[in-house]
């Protein structure tokens, strides 16, 4: 497919493709920043694909990210979690302000490709976290988000649906929704076939479609060095079981994953979005990564710097005493992205542009020859132009009975669905 489109073509797409919010707040933009459900419908269209979703945690992976989706004719997903850039952030970039990042850089950079703006992980796990997410969701949405996802797998299953029924109407009817079974914690409380359709069947009843749904899966967030992942036959077999109601799989903790694994998600699941937070910022800061941006540690347990890559030496030192005075250890590293974000962005501009090229490499590698992400951009542009709207409906109907799924129903057929949950803990990003 050609990366060319006529500016004609281009400016009708822009007219129709973009939603209210984005229309609204960026009136004069050439940025083609489109509902999440967009890019779920390219993937699917185009099979065994899958976009990324690049967590924005800095100016530079948000850059770095657009530029080889340009480049790879990719749509994309750019993203931030709650733990990252909610109201208690360890990021510049947030839910209300992402957007305004990715608008100005389309336009500065001269992105064509139609972009997501998703707010990940909205992590519900009391009940005061549903009556804070009743003024906290709006008010994302009104900021430029495109697609969301509620994630109440912190709670029983019960509540989980219970509170996803409950927050579901503050999510425009046209943006990207996703929603979540079982806590990313690696190997511990795997998620099962039983708990997934609870939750996609007693959405359905209630007419709520969402285009993903993410599982633990055996993988987990953050710095990951052992061999265990993504287990690809337990994520096929849920997959195979919500095939009904049309739903997709979001790939939660990518890094740390080998290359052949993914491609094998790619292949053998209906996963159409994989999440990648960690490998970016490592990447962009210039540290030693393996084949899939994993982070390579020293035999002292501590990053490894190569020269002339990322941050400047200088800076970098300067993160190691910031990082040793306050007793930070590897895992840890996430929350230096607001405490150096300006530090960043003040470095000279050769700096910053090899920050962003680091981060341009590897996300093209991974569109391109693990994901089979390339072209999908005009699969987007078709659809708008099919459906001549920024909305292209659901991608599923209600095949569920809701007289089946009351909320004393669900408690019901809650308390009766076995699964380990895994222990306790904090599994934020």
């Known amino acids: ?34 509902s999440g459900k967009f890019v779920d419908l390219a993937m699917r269209k185009k099979g065994n694909a899958i976009s990324i979703a690049a967590n924005g945690r800095s100016y530079f992976i948000i850059r770095g990210a657009l530029l080889a989706a340009q480049k790879a004719n990719s749509c994309i997903i750019i993203e931030i979690a709650k733990s990252e850039g909610g109201a208690n952030a360890y990021c510049a970039v947030n839910y209300w302000n992402m ?3 990715v608008d100005a850089l389309c336009n500065e950079l001269h992105i064509t490709v139609p972009v997501a703006v998703h707010a990940d992980h909205y992590g519900i796990k009391n009940r005061k976290d549903v009556e804070t997410a009743k003024v906290e969701i709006p008010s994302m949405f009104e900021a430029g988000i495109t697609s969301i996802a509620i994630d109440a797998s912190h709670l029983p299953d019960d509540q989980n649906l219970l509170s996803s029924l409950e927050l579901a109407p503050l999510v425009p009817k046209w ?19 039983d708990e997934a359709l609870f939750l996609i069947q007693g959405l ?23 061999d265990e992942g993504i287990q690809v036959d337990l994520t096929a077999d849920i997959h195979k079981a919500l095939a009904k109601y049309k739903v997709s799989g979001a790939q939660h903790g990518t890094s740390g994953n080998s290359s052949q694994r993914l491609r094998e998600i790619a ?12 490998a970016l910022q490592m990447i962009s800061w210039g540290l030693e990564v393996n084949d899939y941006g994993n982070a390579i540690l020293d035999e002292t347990g501590s990053f490894i710097k190569v020269p002339g890559q990322g941050v400047t030496e200088t800076l970098w030192a300067e993160i190691i005493r910031y990082a040793t005075d306050k007793g930070l250890k590897a895992g840890d590293y996430k929350k230096l992205n607001i405490v150096f ?8 501009r050769e700096i910053r542009e090899r920050m962003a090229g680091r981060v341009e490499d590897f996300v093209y590698h991974m569109l391109t020859n693990v994901f089979n992400a390339q072209d999908s951009a005009p699969l987007v542009i078709e659809k708008i132009l099919e459906t001549r709207s920024f909305d292209p409906g659901p991608k599923a109907e209600r095949i569920e009975d809701p007289n089946d799924w009351t909320p004393e129903k669900i408690t019901r057929r809650g308390a009766g669905i076995a699964g380990d949950k895994g222990g306790s803990g904090n599994f934020d990003d």
Not at 175 to 193: C, F, H, P, R, Y
Request: hydrophobic fraction near 35%; charged fraction near 20%; charge should be positive.
């Open 99 to 101: 957007a305004r990042i």
């Open 1 to 34: 497919m050609s990366h060319q489109i006529d500016s004609k073509t281009f400016n009708r797409v822009l007219d129709i493709g973009r939603p209210p919010n984005i229309s609204s707040l960026f009136p004069n933009s050439k940025a083609l920043i489109v």
């Open 175 to 193: 943006a990207g929704l996703e929603t979540e079974v079982g806590e990313i914690k690696g190997k511990s409380g795997l998620s099962t076939v």
């Open 267 to 278: 292949e053998k699941t209906r996963t159409t979005k994989a999440n990648v937070a960690t």
């Open 204 to 226: 359905n009843a209630h007419g709520i479609f969402p285009n993903w749904i993410a599982l633990n899966n055996g993988t987990t967030h953050g710095i990951e060095a052992s």
């Open 341 to 348: 974000e300006n530090k960043f962005l003040g470095q000279p």
